[in-house]
């Protein structure tokens, strides 16, 4: 099985990235299941109603989020509402939404998601080694193809969630911190990893923002309003290859495409 993870996608540049990209991704790389983080998608904080829609319309079985995906009040009935979108798992008993979800290919086929969020620099949730590991157990009683989405900042946190679910899962794919990494692997249990998959918008920015507002509170520590860049507009991901009937992941490379570089831009 192929599946594509897109990585964060960050405004309006960003669904633009995924709208003129992905039917050409799909095809070309024989893709079987779409996975995307949505949670900055709307203006680069949280996700709205208009914009699940946008998404789901292009093909999407499956939508990741994180720490944003609470920006917007509008979500809160969204989150119970909308099947195919899910929020970190391990908040606590109560919170709207779920975590985990069984997505369905074209064909049928069954694929496990899991969305967490880390905990180091981040907020105090249930701990994600934990949840993950439970979590896990219970989806390979209907599936043995299972993909995590570990939002987390610290580099330690992802790689050490990657090794206790090496053999667990099929994949575990870092977001969060919008720039993408070259680390991406097969650990020796058959599990893929990447610590993070990058960011699907503006490049010519900081992760996204545009440089001189976010140069401005970085100078004076004000509090100050973010907008979306426009310029060198990729789309980043990942793309696993998954053994049917194992889940061992088979092949892992990353997914680096310009829509419209920035003039001199170099592009991986």
């Not at 990585?7 to 992905?22: E, K, Q």
């Not at 979590?135 to 989405?149: G, N, Q, S």
């Not at 140069?215 to 789309?235: C, H, M, Q, S, W």
């Amino acid at each position: 099985m192929n599946i594509l993870f897109v990585a964060d996608i960050f405004g309006s540049p960003g669904r633009r990235a995924v709208r003129d990209l992905l039917p050409e991704i799909v095809a070309s790389m024989g893709i079987d299941l779409v996975v995307v983080n949505v949670e900055n998608a709307a203006a680069g904080f949280g996700v709205t109603k208009e914009i699940l829609e946008e998404v789901k319309g292009l093909g999407v079985q499956c939508m990741t989020s994180g720490n944003h995906i609470w920006d917007r009040r509008e979500v809160m009935p969204l989150l119970d509402s909308e099947p195919l979108l899910l929020r970190p798992h391990n908040y606590p008993p109560g919170v709207p939404g779920r975590g985990v979800m069984i997505a369905r290919t074209a064909s049928g086929a069954k694929v496990g998601v899991i969305n967490l969020m880390g905990r180091v620099f981040m907020r105090e949730l249930l701990d994600p080694f934990r949840v993950a590991e439970e979590e896990a157990a219970k989806l390979r009683e209907e599936t043995p193809i299972i993909l995590v989405d570990f939002h987390a900042e610290a580099t330690a946190e992802k790689v050490a969630l990657g090794w206790h679910l090496d053999g667990k899962v099929s994949a575990v794919i870092g977001t969060h911190t919008h720039v993408q990494t070259a680390d991406e692997r097969i650990l020796p249990g058959g599990t893929g990893y990447i610590t993070d998959a990058g960011m699907t918008g503006p490049h010519d920015s900081v992760i996204g923002v545009r440089k001189d507002q976010a140069i401005r509170k970085f100078l004076t520590l004000l509090p100050t309003r973010f907008e979306p860049a426009t310029g060198d507009v990729r789309l980043h991901g990942v793309h696993l290859e998954v053994d049917d009937v194992t889940g061992r992941c088979r092949h892992i490379e990353r997914v680096a495409m310009a829509l419209e570089p920035a003039p001199g831009a170099v592009v991986p």
